[in-house]
């Protein structure tokens, strides 16, 4: 029960609202008739969104390096910034230059160390800001998805802004998502407000992979011992961790100069802790489409 007050001239009613706790069918039926239909993106197989509810824990670090995996592994790669008012990936990846336009009027990405690449950056100089509202964001986000040539791709990734807004959203109902891995902090505020963004991808149903863990610790250059930051980290309150990174001025060095760690340093530790990201991701995509063709099979 909700009480609402109504102020009337020398009078206040007090209305009484009550809400039921489920939808009924047919409520169901003309909610779902307004949603839009997920179409899949011609040429692609899969696509994992990066995400987090918070900002500043490195979801485009990550996004880069496991794209940048994925592609060492042979995988045909592309890669999205779905970050409309805060695009890095021109940054990260060296790529600035516009992208072409085909004679179907689509967009051909411009690729970098064997990853394609799209992102608003290329499209608005480095110092504008982009002002808009939710429509316009979300319409951007569906011209750059569908409006591009995108080939032939086992993986798209999707990198994502912080929060549960606009693009998580559009990106959810009109795409069908393989699957997302959230990237967090150890620090509890981190963990909190990615836990946030679990739940937002629990509720629209859409697999979790796992959490990448990065910023975990340290590796002192004296004596090369592990420093950890955080010990009483809360991060089993997330869903499964697939990796924890360090902070590491290799790691900063590689996005400054706009060549992601794993390609800049392909033998150091840290590129194998992507490697082994990707390999895992792999396998679970491995095993999901044996699953889906032995059900197909069945029927």
């Known amino acids: 029960m909700h009480r609402f007050i109504t102020m009337e001239p020398l009078l206040i009613n007090t209305i009484w609202r009550s809400y039921a706790t489920k939808l009924t069918r047919s409520q169901v039926t003309l909610m779902a008739r307004g949603l839009p239909k997920k179409q899949p993106i011609i040429g692609v197989q899969d696509i994992i969104v990066v995400a987090s509810g918070k900002g500043g824990v490195g979801k485009s670090t990550v996004a880069v390096n496991f794209a940048c995996s994925l592609a060492r592994l042979g995988k ?16 990260l990846m060296n790529v ?122 340290t590796i002192c250059q004296n004596c ?10 809360r991060i089993s309150s997330l869903p499964r961790k697939l990796i924890s990174l360090p902070l590491d001025s290799q790691i900063a060095d590689s996005n400054e100069s706009g060549v992601p760690v794993v390609i800049k340093y392909p033998d150091s530790k840290y590129s194998n802790l992507f490697t082994q990201l990707a390999e895992e991701i792999t396998q679970i995509l491995t095993e999901q489409r044996c699953k889906q063709n032995q059900n197909n099979s069945a029927h």
């Open 76 to 91: 045909r790669v592309g890669l999205l910034d779905g970050d409309i008012f805060g695009p890095t990936i021109p940054l």
């Open 224 to 233: 090369n011992q592990r420093l950890e930051f955080f010990k009483d980290s």
């Open 96 to 217: 600035h230059g516009e992208p072409g336009v085909n004679d179907k009027n689509l967009m051909i990405p411009p690729q970098n160390y064997n990853v394609k690449c799209l992102s608003m950056g290329m499209l608005t100089p480095v110092e504008a800001s982009v002002i808009w509202r939710g429509p316009l964001v979300m319409s951007a986000i569906q011209r750059l998805l569908k409006g591009t040539d995108w080939g032939l791709l086992d993986v798209l990734v999707i990198d994502t802004p912080p929060g549960t807004g606009d693009v998580h959203l559009s990106l959810s109902q009109h795409t069908p998502i393989t699957g997302v891995i959230l990237v967090t902090t150890p620090h509890t505020a981190a963990v909190q407000v990615t836990l946030k963004g679990a739940r937002m991808y629990e509720k629209l149903k859409i697999p979790i992979f796992g959490v990448v863990e990065n910023m975990k610790y």
